[in-house]
T-cell receptor
Framework: DTEVTQTPKHLVMGMTNKKSLKCEQHMGHRAMYWYKQKAKKPPELMFVYSYEKLSINESVPSRFSPECPNSSLLNLHLHALQPEDSALYLC?????????????FGQGTRLTVV | AQKITQTQPGMFVQEKEAVTLDCTYDTSDQSYGLFWYKQPSSGEMIFLIYQGSYDEQNATEGRYSLNFQKARKSANLVISASQLGDSAMYFCAMREVLTGGFKTIFGAGTRLFVKA
């Protein structure tokens, strides 16, 4: 099983809403990632969890709050987002200590903030 | 810091022909890995092929091969016998070591259009 599963696939939310994005993998990977991708741009790293602990935060605004409940699950809690936060949010996983191993990505959640 | 450069915003290829997507990189690391990902309009990033800096042979995976020229710091993707389903965005990438873990850094991408 080389799948990373993200839910929901599409999300429309208002600027006052609270919502969560979910990501799940069963490959035994101990590093999980959130990326943000704007249209026609490459993905940009937001957060890295290594062994269920937040290890990298790329100066992401606090309206994005990640959570890693266990080694298979990764959440991204959203609150008071802005329209410019509309993007494709990609989750990925990999082995944490090997630079030469690929990261597996999910299909992403297309988020629209209205 | 590492950097990936893809200079072809868009490429056209006739179905069943081969196409080369260019990628150059910059790194001060002695050991590194290079990746290519395919992103269809559905959004998923699909891993295609990997080349390690110490690998003596160019990587191949089915119709995909990586033309690795270490001295020139280039890692071009060659797709043979193009198919309509190959139409997608293609990203060249490297894993960068940060305090606390790794991150994948991507080039700007090349949009490939396969014509029937």
């Amino acid at each position: 099983d080389t799948e990373v599963t993200q839910t929901p696939k599409h999300l429309v939310m208002g600027m006052t809403n609270k919502k969560s994005l979910k990501c799940e993998q069963h490959m035994g990977h101990r590093a999980m990632y959130w990326y943000k991708q704007k249209a026609k741009k490459p993905p940009e790293l937001m957060f890295v969890y290594s062994y269920e602990k937040l290890s990298i935060n790329e100066s992401v605004p606090s309206r994005f709050s990640p959570e890693c409940p266990n080694s298979s699950l990764l959440n991204l809690h959203l609150h008071a987002l802005q329209p410019e936060d509309s993007a494709l949010y990609l989750c990925a996983s990999s082995q944490p200590r090997e630079a030469g191993t690929e990261a597996f990505f999910g299909q992403g959640t297309r988020l629209t903030v209205v | 810091a590492q950097k990936i450069t893809q200079t072809q915003p868009g490429m056209f290829v006739q179905e069943k022909e081969a196409v080369t997507l260019d990628c150059t990189y910059d790194t001060s690391d002695q050991s590194y890995g290079l990746f290519w990902y395919k992103q269809p309009s559905s959004g998923e990033m699909i891993f295609l092929i990997y080349q390690g800096s110490y690998d003596e042979q160019n990587a191949t995976e089915g119709r995909y091969s990586l033309n690795f020229q270490k001295a020139r710091k280039s890692a071009n993707l060659v797709i043979s016998a193009s198919q309509l389903g190959d139409s997608a965005m293609y990203f060249c990438a490297m894993r960068e070591v940060l305090t606390g873990g790794f991150k994948t850094i991507f080039g700007a991408g090349t949009r490939l259009f396969v014509k029937a």
